[in-house]
């Protein structure tokens, strides 16, 4: 069963541009999560989808958006760019079944964004 | 709020040492989740255990094992005999078990390295 899958791996962007950031979730999982990992401020939570639906944010600016699309996958577009948005950013997707315990989240291999 | 601390922000050991990594974390809800991730240099979160608040049994898998104390607030990790393949930044993270606030808070993890 493959796993979560994000593209591209590597991206460099120059400071002012749009970068955007795709994410296939685990078959069967309705959920996908968004993570930023910049360095020196660790695994910071931007965004979780749910049914198409946004359901959470984190402490992000406006510029940082996305959407779930209906086959689950997700997009994660941050517009004008700034070099402190150089970071990691991770995927994940979890099946959320309301009513019962949590289900694991489940994370991807992430997508290195360099802004210069 | 949720907090979850990792004291530990290097550790080093020789293979087949035994190691221990620390997690405390805080928060004001009864119910909870505790997961340890590992993230070795590719960048992927490698789920390794999620345990809920009502359960403080202490697990084993292999050579690790998990040691949930409530009355402390803590969820330790333990490698045994550790081997160099274990190398990697370990993270505990902690989620709130109230549907509707879907996100993991993470630790600034432990970066281990196993010396060969």
């Known amino acids: 069963e493959a796993g979560v899958t994000q593209s591209p791996t590597h991206l460099i962007k120059t400071r002012g541009q749009q970068a955007t950031l795709r994410c296939s979730p685990i078959?069967?999982?309705?959920?996908v999560y968004w993570y930023q990992q910049a360095l020196g401020l660790g695994l910071q939570f931007l965004l979780w989808?749910?049914?198409?639906?946004?359901?959470n944010r984190g402490n992000f600016p406006p510029r940082f958006s996305g959407r779930q699309f209906p086959n689950y996958s997700s997009e994660l577009n941050v517009n004008a760019l700034e070099l402190e948005d150089s970071a990691l950013y991770l995927c994940?997707?979890?099946?959320?079944?309301?009513?019962?315990?949590?289900?694991?989240?489940?994370f991807g291999e992430g997508s290195w964004l360099t802004v210069v | 709020a949720q907090k979850v601390t990792q004291a530990q922000t290097e550790i080093s050991v020789v293979e087949k040492e035994d190691v221990t990594l620390d997690c405390v974390y805080e928060t004001r809800d009864t119910t909870y989740y505790l997961f340890w991730y590992k993230q070795p240099p590719s960048g992927e979160l490698v789920f390794l255990i999620r345990?809920?608040?009502?359960?403080?049994q202490n697990e084993i898998s292999g050579r690790y094992s998990w040691n949930f104390q409530k009355s402390t607030s803590s969820f330790n990790f333990t490698i045994t005999a550790s081997q160099v393949v274990d190398s990697a930044v370990y993270f505990c993270a902690l989620s709130e078990a109230n549907f509707g606030n879907e996100k993991l808070t993470f630790g600034t993890g432990t970066r281990l390295t196993i010396i060969p």
């Open positions: 078959s069967g999982h309705t959920s």
């Open positions: 989808y749910d049914e198409g639906e946004e359901r």
């Open positions: 345990r809920n608040s009502f359960d403080e």
């Open positions: 994940a997707s979890s099946h959320l079944n309301l009513g019962q315990s949590r289900n694991t989240i489940y």
